[in-house]
């Protein structure tokens, strides 16, 4: 039967005429009767839209002329998420759970394959999570419940993954904060590094003053950059930063292993401006840590790839088990969020079989191993100084207290990829930072949360902790400050139970 002849024949004349804007009033077969569309005619016009609906319907879909209750799918073009959320506040639209906000595109992907396919992230002009507190939803009744769900002001009630919709405004916004980290003014340090990580959190890139209403963590200050970017395409500050003498001498000082704010600083006063100026200087005296720093700078500026990893993995894994076979070896840090390459590798280590002196020496029998076999490029030892009854520390920023040590290892090329070792001219090895933390078997959960950032993330954990929930947290322990009580955990997810929060995985921890 070809639908279109349909509302010529005979019984079909009685169907009443439906009102609204379609034109066409065709009855078609619905064939996918879980969906029920309604397609947004704001900024769309009404011939495209009456031409949408009925192509719609013809590949067997049910669309709805108004917006009704048993909507379950939006579908709008040229509109932003908070266009979307605009409009259907006016309309005074009841909570419905199923609800989902789509940009075009997912229609037209459906008319292409001639059914309903996946809606993912890209079509979304709402992050459509599952709701993570019912309490986080202000008016449940004005609004779709799961779609206008306020954005957190707290990063560990985001979900970041590496998709950044929005590096032009992150990226400005991570060299001010850098600018201000050089020049020690924290609160505007923080203030940039917020707002780049609310940003981070968004689904959808921003494209006007519109978008981001409604968003935490943008001030005056950051709107107004955003406003100048969305306008000319770049920030007068930033270009002034990334021109400016203090920071690109800061910038080039703190790129080399050991090198912090302090050494730059004199330097950067001494009048020097370049690496190697610094490097054939007499009169400098380096530390241990900034002498390996200069030795191996171009492997160490050079990030660490997966497969660098990986193979660092390896060499790790091997001579952990050869002291403590039953030991866990965990790669945490950037590599642990997916993150494709990294300044270092993180590992966490911890045995449930061994005593505490098998414990104290795992990390100097690997070190020593490693020296013999002349694989170890720069070693900093750090013995423990965690004290089991003491009450997590309320800093955000605080250093742990378990033993650890930074190292700089040499990887042989032939242990990532065996056809690269004979492409090098020379040297068959690149060096590479590593860090390695020893922790109680008891406290791995708070150590692999600690361990595995981002430090933004790690931030917003400490301070939802003690804000929200009276709660103490480190990379130790929790400790609630109301019932006096330390809350003991297995498990990362045990951990975000006791804080009631939503479970993050690491791979969305990247604010
Ligand atoms: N960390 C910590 N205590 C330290 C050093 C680091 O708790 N003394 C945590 C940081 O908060 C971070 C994680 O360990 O969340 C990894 O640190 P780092 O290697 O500096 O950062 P990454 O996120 O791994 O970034 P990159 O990929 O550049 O290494
Ligand atoms: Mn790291
Ligand atoms: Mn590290």
């Known amino acids: 039967m070809d639908p279109l002849r349909t509302s010529h024949s005979g019984p079909r004349k009685k169907r009443p005429r439906q009102t609204g804007a379609s034109v066409s009033s065709t009855p078609h077969d ?54 979307v959320l605009e409009w259907l506040q006016v309309q005074n639209i009841k909570a419905s759970s199923q609800l989902e906000l789509l940009d075009i595109s997912w229609l037209i992907e459906c008319m292409r394959a001639g059914r309903p396919v996946e809606t993912t992230g890209k079509h979304q002009l709402v992050s459509v999570r599952r709701a993570d507190s019912a309490h986080s939803n202000p008016d449940p009744q004005r609004i779709p419940a799961h779609a206008v769900r306020k954005i957190s002001q707290y990063a560990c009630q985001r979900r970041t993954t590496l998709d950044n919709h929005n590096h032009v405004f992150t990226d400005a916004f991570e060299v001010l904060a850098e600018n201000y980290e050089f020049r020690e003014n924290e609160g505007c340090y923080l203030i940039f590094m917020r707002a780049a990580s609310v940003l981070k959190s968004l689904p959808f890139t921003i494209s006007s003053m519109k978008d981001i209403e409604g968003i935490p963590c943008l001030g005056d200050k950051v709107k107004c950059i955003i406003e100048e970017i969305i306008e000319d395409g770049e920030s007068s500050e930033v270009k002034a930063v990334l021109n400016d003498e203090r920071y690109k001498s800061f910038k080039l000082f703190t790129s080399v292993f050991g090198v912090g704010l302090k050494t730059s600083e004199r330097w950067f006063r001494m009048g020097f401006r370049s690496l190697s ?32 990893a990986e193979a660092v993995s390896l060499l790790v894994k091997e001579a952990v088990w050869a002291f403590l076979p039953d030991a866990f070896v965990t790669m945490t840090g950037g590599f642990r969020r997916g993150k494709k390459i990294g300044h270092d590798v993180d590992f966490l280590i911890t045995s449930p079989e061994a005593t505490e002196e098998e414990e104290q020496q795992l990390l100097h029998k690997v070190t020593n191993l490693w020296q013999k076999k002349g694989l170890l490029l720069y070693c900093d030892l750090v013995e423990s100084t965690f004290e089991k009854l003491k009450i997590p520390s309320r800093k955000v920023d605080a250093l742990d207290h378990f033993q650890k040590c930074f190292l700089i290892l040499k990887l042989d090329h032939q242990r990532v990829d065996s056809d690269k070792a004979s492409q090098q001219d020379g040297k068959t090895w690149k060096a ?75 791979w969305e921890r990247n604010a």
């Open 432 to 506: 590479i930072r590593v860090d390695l933390v020893m922790c109680p078997y008891e406290r791995r959960a708070f150590a692999l949360l600690g361990w595995t950032g981002s430090p933004q993330f790690e931030r917003d954990l400490r301070r939802f902790a003690t804000h929200e929930r009276k709660m103490v947290l480190d990379n130790h322990a929790l400790y609630d400050k109301t019932k006096r009580i330390f809350l003991k955990a297995e498990s990362e997810e045990e951990i975000f139970a006791h804080l009631g929060l939503d479970y993050i995985e690491p």
């Open 30 to 83: 619905i064939r996918f009767r879980d969906l029920v569309l309604f397609i947004l005619e704001k900024k769309m016009g009404t011939t495209r839209r009456s031409f949408l609906m009925e192509l719609a319907r013809r590949k067997g879909f049910r669309v709805e002329n108004e917006l009704s209750d048993s909507v379950t799918h939006i579908v709008a073009e040229n509109n932003s998420g908070s266009d």
């Open 277 to 308: 100026k610094i490097r054939s200087d007499k009169s400098l005296k380096f530390t241990h840590m900034q002498k390996a720093g200069f030795l191996y700078y171009e492997d160490l500026v050079s990030c660490v790839t997966r497969a660098e």
